[in-house]
C-alpha cells in the first residue's frame, strides 16, 4: 500500500533501508508503482515528485538549479540525503547525478535507468520559440496528438507500448518547461569524479538518444555495470517490471562486457 510523508514524497514497502527513486520527464512517482510487490521487505521507496510534476508547485524559477535546490531541501527536511542506494530514471538520472555532484546527497550506489543525458534531435523542434510550444501542444495535449506521436516514435522501436499515455493527465506547463530545460543539460564529463558503485540499466529496443546517453557513462565509469532488459524500450519498469526488480533489488542477471554491449542493436 501506498503511503504519503511530508515533502511531497510517496513512499511504497515498509522497510527500514531507503532507496531514493528519481522520476523522469513527463512523469511523476507513480513511475515506481509497479515494482510495490518486488520491494523486499527490508527496503522502502523513497518517489519525491519535482516541482511542477505530481501536485507540487512549480520551482520558483525554472532552472536545473532550482529545481535541484528545491528538491534538495525537502530531501533534507524528510532526512533522506544519504541514502544506500540511488534510482534515476530519464531525466531523474540526470537530476540524481546533480544532486550527488554537488554533495545535496550521497550514496554507495547508483541505478541509472535508460537515462537522458542529450537532448533528443527530433525533439528540438519544440525547443524553438512560440512555434516549438505549439507544436508541442498540439503533439501531446491532445488525444490525436499522442496517438500520432505514439505511433512515430514506434519508428525507432517494436515495443508497444504507449510512450505517451503517462502525458494525458499530466500538468503540461510543466512538461514544456522541462523540456526546455532539457536543452541546457550538463556535460556528462562533470560527474567523472564520482565514486560510487554504479548500474546502467537501458531497454533492448529503446531509443537511440537513451543508448547514447548510457554509453557516455559508461565512457566515463569504468567500473559500472550495464544490464540489458530484454524486449523493453524506454520504460523498462512498466514493460519488463519483474526483470529489472531483479537487477533493482539484487537478483542475479546479465551483466554486459563492454563489447557485448556494444554488439547490441542501437535503435
Known amino acids: 500500500m501506498t503511503s504519503y510523508s511530508v515533502g511531497n514524497i510517496a513512499t511504497y514497502g515498509k522497510g527500514a533501508i531507503d532507496y531514493l527513486c528519481l522520476h523522469g520527464w513527463g512523469a511523476d512517482h507513480k513511475t515506481f508503482a509497479p515494482l510495490e510487490p518486488f520491494i523486499p521487505t527490508d527496503v522502502k521507496l523513497q518517489c519525491p515528485d519535482f516541482p511542477g510534476c505530481g501536485g507540487v508547485p512549480p ?143 537501458y531497454g533492448e529496443e529503446t531509443f537511440r538518444f537513451a543508448r547514447k546517453s548510457s554509453k557516455a557513462l559508461k565512457a566515463i565509469w569504468g567500473h559500472a555495470d550495464e544490464h540489458l532488459v530484454p524486449k523493453a524500450s524506454h520504460l523498462p519498469i512498466i514493460e519488463e517490471t519483474q526483470y529489472t526488480a531483479g537487477l533493482l533489488f539484487g537478483a542475479k542477471s546479465e551483466t554486459l562486457t563492454d563489447n557485448q554491449a556494444d554488439g547490441r542493436s542501437i535503435l
Open 59 to 201: 520551482p520558483g524559477e525554472w532552472t536545473i538549479d532550482c529545481v535541484i535546490e528545491e528538491t534538495g531541501r525537502v530531501l533534507q527536511d524528510c532526512s533522506i540525503v544519504q541514502p544506500p542506494v540511488v534510482i534515476g530514471s530519464c531525466l531523474g538520472a540526470v537530476f540524481a547525478l546533480e544532486m550527488l555532484h554537488r554533495k545535496i546527497i550521497s550514496t554507495s550506489r547508483l541505478v541509472i535507468i535508460d537515462p537522458l543525458i542529450f537532448f533528443p534531435m527530433y525533439l528540438k523542434i519544440f525547443a524553438m520559440g512560440k512555434f516549438g510550444e505549439g507544436a508541442y501542444r498540439a503533439s501531446m495535449e491532445t488525444g490525436v496528438g499522442r496517438i500520432t506521436a505514439n505511433l512515430i516514435s514506434r519508428l525507432n522501436r517494436s515495443s508497444k507500448v504507449d510512450m505517451t499515455k503517462s502525458l494525458k493527465d499530466i500538468d503540461h506547463d510543466s512538461a514544456y518547461r522541462y523540456l526546455r530545460m532539457m536543452t541546457d543539460l550538463p556535460n556528462p564529463d562533470r560527474y567523472s569524479d564520482l565514486n560510487f558503485s554504479v548500474d546502467i540499466i
